[in-house]
Structure formats: C-alpha cells, structure tokens
C-alpha cells in the first residue's frame, strides 16, 4: 500500500469497524480517536488505533481500507504529553467517517449524511468541536450503522440457520435460540456472519 494516498485525519477501530475522524489541524482528531477507544473499552468493546495524524486510504473491492504509514505506525498524540506509543492494528475497513466542525448543522439534510471516500459510498456525521459527547455520538451512530446494515443479512442468516418457516417468506416467524447467543450478548456466529456478508 506504499502508493495510497493519505490524507490529514485520524482512525480508530470498534470491533471490526473503522472510524475516519477528519478536521482541521488542532480540532482535537487525536483526543476524539482517544475517547472512541475509551468509551468503547468501558463498554467492554475492542477498539485500538489504527493511525493518526496521517491516515493511508486505499479501495479495495468496494471497501475503503485505511492504514497508517510506517513512520506512524502505533503512535498517537496525547495532548500534555506529546507522541506516545498504542496498542494499534494495522488496518481496518472504514465504516462510519466524523467531521469535526465548529458549529455543525443540529438537523442535518440526508445527503450531508454520506460522503464519498476514494469511490466508497459512506455514512458521515459532523460533531462539534470540543463537545464532550462526540466519543458517544460516533459509537451510537456506529451501532445504528450496523444494525440498518446488517437487518437483511441477519434475516438470511436465520434462514440459513432454519430459525425462519419457510411456509411465510413474507411475513418470517424467528424462533429465537437463547442457548446459542452468550447471557447479555449478541450471538457470536451471526456477528461473524454479518461481518463476513458485510
């Protein structure tokens, strides 16, 4: 991926999800990747880095990969403490995009939440910045991402599965199968399942 371009921002990953977080010089990209991998571990989810300040961007069968260059491989800045060394993975498949702004739109329209990422069709939301609840606004948006996303390939799963009487396509009955999924958790084969159809 040595001849990707990359551009002026910072990403993180949640699961197996990218996070691209773009703003201008100073508006806080690095704290915001920070709080999104803080607030995700609290939640007991994995997220690390996966680059910052300078993020490589690459399509490649429809998805936009991003990834850091060498130099910056692993490293964040922290602010009080300058560039320090993080847990990171070397790349990861961008899913959701944050624009940081200063004064961004409270109702925005429908197109200004997707944006065209080196061909890649994808979900976008604007945070301000310096707003506190930017970490959990992009988690949330993640989660909603995921779940509009992957609703038909969780339905074809439980037809996969036989969870769904094939005597009504249109109006499919779920036998839900506890036993399968762990106590206050998302089955882990459907998780893999959407991820694979994703």
């Known amino acids: 991926m040595s001849g990707c371009p990359t ?13 691209l977080i773009r703003g201008a010089s100073g508006a806080g990209k690095s704290s915001l990747a920070l709080a999104i991998i803080d607030s995700a571990g609290r939640a007991g989810r994995f997220a690390r880095l996966v680059a910052d300040d300078r993020v490589r961007v690459d399509a490649c069968n429809g998805r936009a990969l991003a990834s850091a260059p060498a130099a910056l491989s692993g490293l964040v800045e922290r602010r009080g403490l300058g560039i ?24 925005p329209e429908p197109a200004a939440l997707e944006i065209v990422l ?5 979900p976008r939301i604007a945070v301000a910045r310096g707003d506190s ?12 991402h995921w779940r509009r996303s ?4 969780a339905l074809a799963f439980a037809a996969r599965r036989e969870k769904i009487g094939s005597s009504a396509p249109h109006a499919p009955s779920i ?14 084969e459907r998780m893999a399942f959407c991820a694979e159809t994703a």
């Not at 551009?7 to 990218?18: N, P, T």
């Not at 992957?150 to 390939?153: A, F, L, Q, S």
């Not at 839900?176 to 998302?186: E, F, I, L, Y």
Request: hydrophobic letters at 45%; glycine letters at 10%; one cysteine or more.
């Open 175 to 188: 036998r839900t199968d506890r036993a399968a999924s762990p106590r206050g958790g998302q089955d882990p």
């Open 84 to 107: 320090v060394s993080a847990d990171h993975v070397e790349q990861a498949v961008i899913r959701l995009i944050v624009d940081i702004e200063p004064a961004p739109e409270r109702m």
């Open 150 to 153: 992957c609703g038909m390939r």
């Open 7 to 19: 551009i002026h921002a910072s990403c993180v990953v949640v699961g197996e999800a990218g996070v």
């Open 118 to 122: 080196e061909g890649v069709a994808l």
């Open 133 to 144: 609840r930017a970490a959990e606004l992009a988690l949330f948006s993640l989660g909603d």
